[in-house]
């Protein structure tokens, strides 16, 4: 039971603060009890279907290495006259019914492995086949660390996106956050052997 200070009139406080802090915490703690309990096994799939977004191909000599479902927010800050993009947060799953994490998802853009490997990326396409949601991604690795899922990957599709797009609304005040959801697929490639 979450003490009182987490309470206001029965009901979680809704405060920005606190919601990053309890994300996090939850993030964190999901994380810790599957690295305690077992090793991360992705296996390899079959190239995603890109409908229109063909321009998302990967380069030859790249095959899908693993792939994972995300679900988080992708944080916004007004600047006094638009809403910019600050970063994601997200936690990254082996499958859709969010068994199973598998890493987290934050700035830079990277993505991080229970096992702490890392993989940042670079975005070298962008396509939007739904204009209700962020576009999906082609990125390019500009950093590999650690062993593990991420080490050696070349590329990166985001793909399926849903939601993540910037408020329509007019923020209040300089340095305002927006925490919007979303979910999307990350599609994880490595050079042919």
């Not at 915490?25 to 229109?52: K, N």
């Not at 096992?115 to 576009?135: E, Y």
Request: net charge negative; aromatic share 12%.
């Amino acid at each position: 039971m979450l003490s009182s200070s987490w309470l206001r009139n029965g009901k979680p406080f809704s405060s920005a603060a606190c919601r990053r802090t309890l994300f996090g915490m939850l993030a964190a703690l999901a994380l810790l009890l599957l690295a305690l309990v077992a090793p991360v096994a992705v296996d390899a799939g079959e190239p995603p279907d890109l409908g229109d977004c063909q321009i998302l191909q990967v380069p030859p000599g790249n095959e899908v290495a693993f792939h994972v479902y995300a679900e988080g927010v992708q944080i916004y800050r007004w600047n006094g006259s638009s809403w910019v993009f600050s970063r994601p947060e997200a936690v990254l799953y082996a499958d859709a019914e969010e068994d199973g994490a598998v890493g987290i998802h934050y700035a830079g853009p990277t993505w991080e492995s229970v096992s702490g490997s890392i993989v940042v990326g670079q975005v070298v396409q962008r396509c939007t086949p739904d204009p209700d949601s962020i576009p999906w991604l082609l990125l390019r690795a500009v950093h590999t660390e650690g062993p593990g899922i991420f080490h050696d990957v070349t590329y990166i599709q985001r793909l399926y996106t849903v939601g993540g797009k910037a408020p329509t609304y007019l923020g209040e005040t300089p340095g305002q956050e927006a925490r919007v959801p979303y979910t999307a697929q990350y599609f994880f490639y490595r050079a042919d052997d």
